[in-house]
C-alpha cells in the first residue's frame, strides 16, 4: 500500500540557517512526488513537484528537493532559512495510476528562531 | 484569481444535525476533492470526482455524500454529524494529466459537539 512519512513532527532552526525536511515514501510504480506549504489557517500551497527527469528539482521560496530512488526519499532543502518560512509542511506522492489521489505525509512543523 | 473557493470557514454543529459544505473552483478543472486535516494524521481523502456525474470515495467516506452536477461545484454532505467528524475540510481541484498538483481551498474548520 502507498504510504508516505515524514518522520519529524516539530523542526527548530535558527534564522539564516539550512534546513532539510525529510520525506520516505512506500509507492509499487514511479512516484509523482510533492512538496506543500500550509501556512496558519491557510490552505496548502505547492511548492515544488517531482515527475520525471533531473532529480534535483527547484522550487519557489527558495527551496529544492532531491528525489533518491534507492533511498525511496523526497527531502526538502533550503540553505538559509527565514522566519517567514515558519509553516507546517507536507509530502505528497500522487497515484499514477489514478491521477486524482494523493497520499500525504502526517506533515513536519518548522518553528524558525530569530 | 478565485481558485478553490470553501464556504463556510467555519462552523460549529451538533451531533445529528446535517450541513453542506461549499466547493467552488473557477479553473475549469476536471478533478476535484475532498480532505480531512486531523492532527497528525496528515491529509486523508475522502471523496473525489473525476468530471461531473462521476464520484468515488475514497480513504474516509463514512459518513459524507458527495455529488457533482458541475464541473465547477462539488459540496461535500454531512447527513448526521459526528462528533469524530470534528475536523478541518479542504477541498481540491486538478487538471487531469500525470504529476498535475492539487489546488487547495482555505478550508473549512468544523467542531461538531
Known amino acids: 500500500a502507498q504510504s508516505v512519512t515524514q518522520p519529524d513532527i516539530h523542526i527548530t532552526v535558527s534564522e539564516g540557517a539550512s534546513l532539510e525536511l525529510r520525506c520516505n515514501y512506500s509507492y509499487g510504480a514511479t512516484p509523482y512526488l510533492f512538496w506543500y506549504v500550509q501556512s496558519p489557517g491557510q490552505g496548502l500551497q505547492l511548492l515544488l513537484k517531482y515527475f520525471s527527469g533531473d532529480t534535483l528539482v527547484q522550487g519557489i521560496k527558495g527551496f529544492e528537493a532531491e528525489f533518491k530512488r534507492s533511498q525511496s526519499s523526497f527531502n526538502l532543502r533550503k540553505p538559509s532559512v527565514h522566519w517567514s518560512d515558519a509553516a507546517e509542511y507536507f509530502c505528497?506522492?500522487?497515484?499514477?495510476?489514478?491521477?486524482?489521489?494523493?497520499?500525504f505525509g502526517s506533515g513536519t512543523k518548522l518553528n524558525v528562531k530569530p | 484569481n478565485a481558485g478553490v473557493t470553501q464556504t463556510p470557514k467555519f462552523q460549529v454543529l451538533k451531533t445529528g444535525q446535517s450541513m453542506t459544505l461549499q466547493c467552488a473552483q473557477d479553473?475549469?478543472?476536471?478533478?476535484m476533492s475532498w480532505y480531512r486535516q486531523d492532527p497528525g494524521m496528515g491529509l486523508r481523502l475522502i471523496h473525489y470526482?473525476?468530471?461531473?456525474?462521476?464520484?468515488d470515495q475514497g480513504e474516509v467516506p463514512n459518513g459524507y455524500n458527495v455529488s457533482r452536477s458541475t464541473t465547477e461545484d462539488f459540496p461535500l454532505r454531512l447527513l448526521s454529524a459526528a462528533p469524530s467528524q470534528t475536523s478541518v475540510y479542504f477541498c481540491?481541484?486538478?487538471?487531469?494529466?500525470?504529476?498535475?498538483?492539487?489546488?487547495f481551498g482555505n478550508g473549512t474548520r468544523l467542531t461538531v459537539t
Open positions: 505528497a506522492v500522487g497515484d499514477s495510476l489514478n491521477f486524482n489521489k494523493f497520499y
Open positions: 470526482s473525476v468530471g461531473a456525474g462521476i464520484t
Open positions: 479553473m475549469n478543472h476536471e478533478y
Open positions: 481540491a481541484s486538478s487538471s487531469p494529466g500525470q504529476g498535475m498538483p492539487l489546488h
